[in-house]
Structures are given as C-alpha cells and as structure tokens.
C-alpha cells in the first residue's frame, strides 16, 4: 500500500538549501508521468476530494491494511473482520491462498527513508521480514492481480522498495525480493493471488541511474519554478492528455485523460466531461 507525504514540497520555501524534500514512490511516478501534473497538485495545491466511490474504496483498503496489520501484532481482528463483507472476502482470500513467506524478523507498517541528493526517499512496507540469507517485501493490494506483471515491475513502488532496503541494509540486492498479494480474484479464480520480483544488481545500478537523473531534472525544475517558470508538459504524441493511450483498470482504454487537460489547454473534442482532479495521496490503492 502506498502511503504519500502531506505537503513534501512547501512552494513558498523552494529553494534546496532549506532543507530534504520528502519523496515517496507516488511522487516519483508522477514526476515520471507528467511533470506538470506534478506542479498542479504538490506545488499548486489543486488536488480535489475524490468522488464518494473512490473514498469507500480508499477506506475499505485502509481497514484491510490495519487488519493485517493486527493479526501480524496478535491483536484482536473479529471486529475488524465483520465490519464489511469486502473485508471478510478479503480475509478468507488471504487466509486460504496467503504469499508464501520467508522465515526471519517479521516487521510490520516499516518505514525506511534514505537521503538522496537533497531529498529524502521514503517507503512504508506493508511487511518485512528479515531472514538470515535473504529480506522480502510484502505489499497488499485490494484489487485483482494485474494482467501484465512487467508494469508492476516497472512502477516506482517496486523499484524503490527494493532499492531502500538494498541501500540501508547489509543484504546484497540478489538477496531481496518483494511479494505483492492481491485480495481481488480475475475470472474463475484460478489465477494465483500473489506475485514475487526478484532484485539484481544490475537492476539497483539501473535504478539509481534513473534516480540521478530525475532528481536533477526535479532540482532544475524547482529552480526555474521559483522564478515564475512551470514544470514541462508530456508530449501531446503520448496521448496522455487526451487518453488515446490511458489503461484503466480492465487494461481497456479511458477516454477521459488526464483531469487537467483543461488547465492545461490540452482539452480535445471529445474531453466534454473530464472529472475534477483528485488527490494523489488518495489514489494508493488503484491498480497498476
């Protein structure tokens, strides 16, 4: 589960002499995304409350989370269990078909940060547990196992989960790996409710790479936004802005696009119905 930080970039104190920035994997796969969408909501501050559905959905998860998390600290869970038939669902789910895992020094809601450049990488483990030859990453997701695992394994959850334990931890990457346990079955049912990545070295060298280069790019960018400049727009050939090319849930595409096409003078012919924009720090349990 995805947690992002209030407020990690005050617009009134953005010069990088006051101090680390506070990133999540959220901020890095907006700022991946589109770099103006990412002014609009952390630094203009325009994000909105999400639609009724979208809340219930984000509280259910919050609950499912808090769930695991009690019976990991063997806290009473029967209250818990029976406050909604979803979350009874869920816990069967995990109950009868739960990811396999390590033996080792079980941790759960563990938060782990690192400083990088002059911001400070943070994550939140759903679970971690620490074994005397290898470290694994549990994160729950109350939505169905995704149809194309290489995205997951692209997104900036998995990458920089792996990569803060690689970096503040005596485990070689080769040593860890993340497990993502989905609550949701697709279909029949029949297809496994968890997901495992490994880690490599040359995948941490990769990431850091990519780290190195976003960060300056977000640096200069803040720099420039101080000075009355905005942070750049995608290309209109990516169709992110429209939503030619936008995944929803079902893997179909969205004709929506992006909720500030509008603002951002990007608003096709057929965009006569674009939703207000939404909180991103509300989005953490939307699949990938």
């Known amino acids: ?39 609009h909501i952390y630094l203009d501050q325009l994000g909105l409350p999400t639609i009724p559905e979208e809340q219930q959905r984000q509280v259910l998860g919050t609950h ?13 869970i029967e209250n818990l269990v029976q406050a909604d038939p979803h979350l009874q669902r869920w816990f069967e789910a995990f109950t009868n078909s739960p990811p396999q895992m390590l033996a080792g020094n079980r941790q759960s809601e563990h938060q782990r940060s690192l400083c990088f450049r002059h911001y400070l990488l943070t994550g939140v483990y759903d679970l971690l547990i620490l074994g005397q030859q290898q470290a694994q990453i549990l994160d729950w997701k109350t939505y169905a196992r995704p149809q194309n695992p290489q995205r997951l394994q692209q997104n900036w959850q998995t990458r920089l989960y792996l990569y803060l334990l690689a970096e503040t931890s005596d485990y070689l990457p080769e040593q860890i790996f993340m497990t993502y346990w989905f609550a949701e079955s697709r279909g029949n049912g029949a297809e496994p409710h968890s997901l495992s990545f490994t880690y490599t070295a040359a995948l941490h060298n990769q990431t850091q790479k990519d780290l190195e280069h976003l960060l300056g790019s977000l640096t200069n960018w803040l720099e420039t936004y101080s000075r009355g400049n905005l942070f750049p727009q995608v290309s209109l050939d990516l169709g992110e802005c429209d939503g030619r090319h936008n995944r929803g849930n079902s893997g179909n595409s969205e004709a ?18 674009i939703a207000l924009p939404t909180m991103l720090d509300q989005i953490q349990e939307l699949p990938l």
Do not use: V, W, Y
């Open 64 to 76: 499912f989370h808090q769930l695991l998390q009690q019976q990991e600290l063997g806290l009473p």
């Open 256 to 273: 929506s696009g992006c909720r500030f096409a509008i603002r951002c003078q990007r608003q096709g012919p057929s965009q006569t119905n």
């Open 1 to 39: 589960m995805s947690r992002f930080l209030d407020n990690p970039l005050d617009p009134a104190s953005s010069r990088l002499n006051q101090g680390f920035f506070r990133l999540s994997q959220g901020h890095l796969s907006l700022l991946s995304t589109c770099p103006r969408k990412f002014q």
